[in-house]
């Protein structure tokens, strides 16, 4: 079923964006989770990809020290140079 009609909303598509949106951050923290329960079977990279993703999405404050434990423990670079890293050109886009 299409929606022509670009005024009226489509009755095909009852997705809500906060909860699209809530599922997305609760579906990759469950897999950065998983990652780090399992650090020694991936290779760097991916571990220190996962402990962002956990720094930054986890509401728990013991789970985040965790994260950050272990980003230091695979990312040699201070963690200032990890931060500006991510911030390339002072953040524009």
Do not use: K, Y
């Amino acid at each position: 079923m299409t929606c022509l009609a670009i005024t009226t909303p489509c009755p095909a598509r009852q997705i809500t964006p906060a909860s699209g949106f809530d599922q997305w951050r609760h579906d990759r923290l469950t897999e950065a989770r998983g990652i780090l329960a399992n650090a020694t079977r991936h290779p760097s990279s991916l571990v220190i990809i996962a402990a962002r993703v956990v720094v930054g999405l986890t509401g728990d404050s013991a789970e985040c020290a965790e994260a950050i434990d272990v980003l230091r423990a695979h990312d040699p670079r201070p963690l200032h140079a990890v931060a500006m890293a991510s911030v390339q050109n002072g953040g524009a886009a």
